[in-house]
């Protein structure tokens, strides 16, 4: 097996274990974000993200130190009009995390949901856009984790242009680990973190903002200081930051996305999709049964039904003092299931090795 940083197999959906390299690299030095030196790693940074991830389309990077939550709120909180409405499509916990930050700040909402293992009504979103002109922009999670399932991006996008709105997407887990073509589906906001497929440590997030969009933005009235893009979108266009970020993180990120591209973003996912046939495959082995259809299911993401007669607290007890992290399920669904993530710096040996682990567990 390849080298990993830390002591436990993480099989949930971020943090994730990265390499040797992207870990050593906190320790490249102490440095004050004032200094000239930390202008050339964000400028770095930014230029690395669009690299791996906008490389044909017309798209800036903001960076921000939080999670990635911190950066999808950002990107709710800086991209609706005064007096115009925000549509999210809430087919899980992470879709209604994004409707909450609407509510907490006052935007005016419409919600399309659908159960938490369905994708969304398409014909029932052109409706809403067809018949509200006041609907501004339309809010879509790429990757619900909840359930690992992949939404129709592309297909939501094609819609949403039709009717000339804007469309923003949180890909907190699934930039590097689907295929996501941002220019292609109409994206005109992007929401990634740095501690999941992209195999980063948390601390640091950012949003991909197509240029004209940016440009509108910068024409509304700020909803708060520290998350407001289009501020931290012009202090980074002139090598500054009006806060403290994570330098040390940003090392980190720096080399994570220096990896990203030494190995292929497309490789990548890839590497993703081979690892989750194999713990599908096994998981199949042992009698387990997912969640979701094979057609529906991301390449990072496996949500399990839990054996009978055992408790997710004793599965995952087990497995740890094995050396396994898995995930448990959430909301509505958490007596009910449990989630095997293969995000991360992880070979194939190791996922054979859970599953063996897995056996064992169950086997008693």
Not at 5 to 28: C, D, F
Not at 164 to 174: E, F, H, M, P, T
């Amino acid at each position: 097996m390849i080298p990993i940083s830390g002591h436990a197999i993480l099989l949930n959906p971020g943090p994730v274990n990265v390499s040797p390299r992207v870990a050593q690299a906190l320790l490249r030095g102490d440095l004050c974000h004032r200094e000239r030196e930390f202008g050339v790693l964000q400028a770095r940074v930014r230029e690395l993200l669009c690299r791996a991830f906008t490389p044909d389309g017309d798209y800036t990077a903001v960076l921000l130190t939080g999670s990635g939550t911190a950066a999808l709120e950002a990107a709710v909180a800086s991209s609706l009009s005064p007096a115009r409405k925000m549509l999210v499509i809430n087919n899980g916990v992470y879709g209604a995390r994004i409707a909450q930050m609407a509510t907490i700040h006052g935007l005016p909402l419409v919600e399309l949901t659908s159960p938490w293992t369905l994708p969304p009504d398409l014909t029932q979103l052109e409706r809403l856009l067809r018949e509200d002109p006041a609907i501004e922009v339309v809010c879509l999670v790429h990757h619900e984790t909840t359930t690992g399932l992949l939404n129709p991006v592309a297909a939501v996008g094609a819609i949403v242009k039709r009717y000339g709105r804007v469309l923003l997407v949180d890909a907190i887990s699934g930039l590097a680990g689907d295929t996501l073509d941002l220019a292609a589906a109409g994206i005109d906001l992007c929401v990634g973190t740095a501690n999941k497929c992209i195999q980063g440590l948390p601390g640091v997030s950012f949003v991909l903002v197509r240029s004209a969009a940016m440009a509108y933005m910068q024409t509304l009235p700020p909803r708060t200081l520290y998350l407001h893009l289009p501020m931290l979108h012009s202090h980074q266009e002139h090598h500054s930051t009006p806060f403290t970020p994570a330098v040390q993180v940003m090392y980190a990120f720096d080399e994570a996305l220096q990896e990203l591209l030494e190995e292929g973003v497309s490789q990548r996912i890839q590497r993703y999709r081979a690892a989750a046939r194999i713990l599908r495959q096994g998981f199949e082995q042992l009698g387990l049964k997912c969640l979701l259809p094979p057609e529906l299911r991301s390449n990072t993401i496996t949500a399990l039904e839990l054996p009978s007669g055992m408790s997710y607290e004793a599965l995952h007890d087990a497995l740890k003092a094995r050396g396994y992290v898995i995930y448990a399920g959430q909301g509505e669904l958490a007596a009910k299931i449990f989630r095997v993530a293969n995000m991360g710096h992880l070979t194939a040996a190791h996922f054979r090795a859970f599953l063996d682990t897995l056996r064992e567990v169950l086997a008693g």
